[in-house]
Nanobody, 127 residues
Framework: QVQLVESGGGLVQAGGSLRLSCAAS????????MGWFRQAPGKGREFVAA????????NYVDSVKGRFTISRDNAKNTTYLQMNSLKPEDTAIYYC????????????????????WGQGSQVTVSS
């Protein structure tokens, strides 16, 4: 049974930092492209970042470029999202997911491209 468990969210002031973790089990993590999405109240699920199987390649939505960094540790079956210079508009529930395709392209940013979502981690940024 595939499980993705996010952690690390919380309440932070604008300009602060948080690091999210996503621990995976029940899948071949090292051969999986992983991604982070977020969903703000009243909005749909938005792509944030994705990372290739080896961690060498990554891509981001424009609104987080230069502030967020996605990474992974295949030995720990975990992917991370380091979030710096947080803004109130980053407030959302953050989800990690596994790309349905094992091939990283840097262009798969639709939630339907992903499967096996975690339960989400709430990030709240106060102004």
């Amino acid at each position: 049974q595939v499980q993705l468990v996010e952690s690390g969210g919380g309440l932070v002031q604008a300009g602060g930092s948080l690091r999210l973790s996503c621990a995976a089990s029940g899948l071949s993590f090292s051969t999986s492209v992983m991604g982070w999405f977020r969903q703000a109240p009243g909005k749909g699920r938005e792509f944030v970042a994705a990372i290739s199987r080896t961690g060498v390649l990554a891509n981001y939505v424009d609104s987080v470029k230069g502030r967020f960094t996605i990474s992974r540790d295949n030995a720990k079956n975990t992917t991370y999202l380091q979030m710096n210079s947080l803004k109130p508009e980053d407030t959302a529930i953050y989800y990690c997911g596994k790309d349905r395709s094992p091939l990283y392209t840097g262009r798969r940013q639709n939630e339907n491209d992903y499967e096996y979502w975690g339960q989400g981690s709430q990030v709240t940024v106060s102004s």
